[in-house]
Every structure is written in C-alpha cells, then in structure tokens.
T-cell receptor, first 113, second 115 residues
C-alpha cells in the first residue's frame, strides 16, 4: 500500500518568507509525528498528533512553528518568517496504534537563503 | 544527558561479511522500545527492527538482528552477509512508553560496504 508522502520534496525560501510543508500519512494511521533533521544529525521531535488533536508540541523550537491536522489525516507544518537556522530536512512519520514502529516519509528539504 | 549514543561515526565492511553497529541508551523507564532505522542517500527513514524492553529474546528480521543487553543498556545492530545496498546511515532510536510517544534518535553511523 501507499506509504507516507510529503510535499514539496525541496523548498527554497528567502529569509522572512512563510512556508507550508504537507504530510499525507498512511491511511488509517492515527498518530502523526513531525521531526526536524539538521545536516549530519539524527531527527529531533517537533510535534505529535493523535487524530486531529495535537497532544505534544514540546519540540517546536519557537512560536514561528505551527502544525495542524484538522481532519485527522493530512497534516501541515507551517514556519513563519523563516530564518537560516530553520534550514533542515523535515520528516513526517505515522504510526498505527497496534504497533510501536513509526513509518517515515521521504522528507522535505528546506533551504533558507 | 543523551538518551541514545552511537559512538561510531563511520564503519566499513567487506561485502558478504557481518558488521555490528553500536548503540547505548539511557532511560529510567522500565517500559521502552528500541528501534533501528536505515537512511539511504534518498533521505527516507526505513524501519528495520524493534526490541521491546520486556522481550526476552533478541529480535531478528532477515539479515538484521538486535543484540539486546539490558544490564549494559546496549542495543547493537548486527547485519549479516553485507550487501552493497546496505551502504547508508543507520540510526538507533528509543521510545519511552510511560512518557511521550516520540522517538529519540542517536547521531547515526554511516556504513560503507566495500565490494
């Protein structure tokens, strides 16, 4: 079946621009996670949804970062007034409550110039 | 303190040989899970293997096995009969089941398989 999809795969933004990154989880997966992966590092947790409820946003680095999942399926991560330090790969993962493993999408590589 | 430590930034292995990638973890939870993911140059994180803290036997999935030593808090990944397609970054991760649902990742090990 279809895996997790993310769009766009690559995004270049000028400093100060707003960006929106989309994640389409595996159908039927209740849990959805966003991670940020800086160059040469492991992914770091940003936020977690169960259905449409955002249960944990402790990893969001600033109030410029905002995520939503209004209908409990597709999620959007929005970054306002992008800064150079926001340059990273943004990974989305989904999980079926029946199992512990998370399945990841291909990521969106964001470059802020 | 780091929850996951991977001390090998890079490893080389000859094709068809076995290789062990090291991972140690730090948690005070009794209930937790350990994961290994592979990240090829395309960027996608591919789930390989899982070990629960209460599982008594080491997990195996095809050519992958997880050498779980609970007292030493280590969860090393063993890849047998290495193939050229195994060349990638490998990440160890942990989830604490009594806390948040997210994964904590290490910094990864880059594995290169030599023909």
């Amino acid at each position: 079946g279809a895996g997790v999809s993310q769009s766009p795969r690559y995004k270049v933004a000028k400093r100060g621009q707003d960006v929106a990154l989309r994640c389409d989880p595996i159908s039927g997966h209740v849990s959805l996670f966003w991670y940020q992966q800086a160059l040469g590092q492991g992914p770091e947790f940003l936020t977690y949804f169960q259905n449409e409820a955002q249960l944990d946003k402790s990893g969001l680095p600033s109030d410029r970062f905002f995520a939503e999942r209004p209908e409990g399926s597709v999620s959007t991560l929005k970054i306002q007034r992008t800064q150079q330090e926001d340059s990273a790969v943004y990974l989305c993962a989904s999980n079926h409550l029946a199992g512990p493993e998370q399945y990841f999408g291909p990521g969106t590589r964001l470059t802020v110039t | 303190a780091q929850k996951i430590t991977q001390t090998q930034p890079g490893m080389f292995v000859q094709e068809k040989e076995a290789v062990t990638l090291d991972c140690t973890y730090d948690t005070s939870d009794q209930s937790y899970g350990l994961f290994w993911y592979k990240q090829p140059s395309s960027g996608e994180m591919i789930f390989l293997i899982y070990q629960g803290s209460y599982d008594e036997q080491n997990a195996t999935e095809g050519r992958y096995s997880l050498n779980f030593q609970k007292a030493r808090k280590s969860a090393n990944l063993v890849i047998s009969a290495s193939q050229l397609g195994d060349s990638a970054m490998y990440f160890c991760a942990m989830r604490e089941f009594t806390g948040a649902n997210n994964l904590f990742f290490g910094t990864g090990t880059r594995l290169t398989v030599i023909p």
